[in-house]
C-alpha cells in the first residue's frame, strides 16, 4: 500500500559573536554580540526556521512483507497441524486404554473359569485320595495349581483396575473421579 507522510517544524536561532561590513575595503564592526544576545534573540523568536516535508511512498514489491505473510502461513499450517495430531494421539490413547480395560475383563473372567476348575480338580483328588485311589503328591499338586489360578486371578483384577484408571487418566477425569481437587495457593 502507499504511504504519505507529512511533517512540519519550527525553531528559533540566536546569532552571536560580531558582525563586519565585508563590502567597505577595509571591514568595519557593525555590532558585537555574546551568549546573553543568543538568548534574547531566542526568547524573542527573532530569527525563526520553518518548514515542512511530504514523503510518498510507493512501494513496487515488498518483499518483507510478502517473506512475513509466507512464514505467519507456514506457522499457522504447522500449528494446525500439530493440534490434529495431538488430538489423534489423544484419541489414540483413550482407544488403547479402553481395550485394555476389555482385555483386563477378559482376563478376569478366564482366571474365574481356571480358579474354579483348579477348586474342583483338588476337590476331585482330595476324595480320590480319602478313597485310596490317588497319592498325596496329586493332591498337593492340585492345591499349588489352585494357589496359582488364585494368583492369576487376583493378578488379572489388578489389571483391570490398572486399565481403568488408564481410561480415567486418558479421558482426564482420574482426579475427579476420585473427588480429587487442585486449589491454587495464589491469594
Request: proline share 3%; no cysteine; glycine share 6%.
Amino acid at each position: 500500500m502507499p504511504d504519505l507522510s507529512l511533517s512540519t517544524f519550527y525553531t528559533t536561532n540566536g546569532i552571536s559573536g560580531n558582525s563586519y561590513n565585508i563590502a567597505t575595503t577595509p571591514s568595519t564592526l557593525i555590532s558585537t554580540g555574546g551568549f546573553i544576545d543568543t538568548l534574547s534573540q531566542m526568547k524573542g523568536f527573532d530569527f525563526p526556521s520553518y518548514g515542512f516535508t511530504v514523503q510518498l511512498r510507493l512501494p513496487i514489491r515488498n518483499r518483507a512483507a510478502q517473506a512475513d505473510l509466507g512464514e505467519a502461513m507456514v506457522s499457522r499450517r504447522r500449528d494446525l497441524y500439530l493440534q490434529r495430531q495431538e488430538g489423534q494421539q489423544l484419541w489414540q490413547e483413550v482407544k488403547n486404554a479402553v481395550h485394555q480395560v476389555e482385555q483386563a475383563e477378559l482376563s478376569i473372567a478366564a482366571a474365574k473359569v481356571s480358579r474354579d476348575l483348579a477348586q474342583k480338580t483338588l476337590e476331585a483328588e482330595q476324595r480320590k485320595y480319602e478313597l485310596g485311589a490317588s497319592q498325596i503328591f496329586f493332591v498337593l499338586d492340585a492345591q499349588t495349581q489352585l494357589a496359582q489360578a488364585e494368583l492369576s486371578l487376583v493378578q488379572a483384577q489388578i489389571g483391570y483396575q490398572q486399565a481403568v484408571a488408564g481410561v480415567e487418566h486418558a479421558t482426564g477425569t482420574l482426579l475427579e473421579n476420585h473427588k480429587v481437587k487442585i486449589e491454587d495457593a495464589a491469594p
